[in-house]
């Protein structure tokens, strides 16, 4: 059974940083690219990033290019999402997605999110 689990959310103030995790299982993980998509409240789902099988390209929303990386560990089966510099408009629940293929293209399992509020 596919799961991805995210942990690592919370409360940070402006300009703070946070790292995401998403512990994946029920797939051979280092076969798959992975994202990170997010929904602030009130608004859709935006694309956040993404990285390869492999690890070795990645790709960022404008919106969090220089603040944001992406990572992954395939020997753990988890990826990552270091965020910082954080302002409010990066309030939202962050989701985790398993790709189809090795490099990049749709997604077909995501996790239940967790939340990130940055607030003073």
């Known amino acids: 059974q596919v799961q991805v689990v995210e942990s690592g959310g919370g409360l940070v103030q402006p300009g703070g940083s946070l790292r995401l995790s998403c512990a994946a299982s029920g797939f051979t993980f280092s076969n798959y690219c992975m994202s990170w998509v997010r929904q602030a409240p009130g608004k859709g789902l935006e694309w956040v990033s993404n990285?390869?099988?492999?690890?070795?390209?990645?790709n960022y929303a404008d919106s969090v290019k220089g603040r944001f990386t992406i990572s992954r560990d395939n020997a753990k089966n988890t990826l990552y999402l270091q965020m910082n510099s954080l302002t409010p408009e990066d309030t939202a629940v962050y989701y985790c997605?398993?790709?189809?293929?090795?490099?990049?293209?749709?997604?077909?399992?995501w996790g239940q999110g967790t939340q990130v509020t940055v607030s003073s």
């Open positions: 990285i390869n099988s492999r690890g070795d390209s990645t």
């Open positions: 997605a398993k790709g189809i293929y090795s490099d990049y293209g749709p997604s077909d399992y």
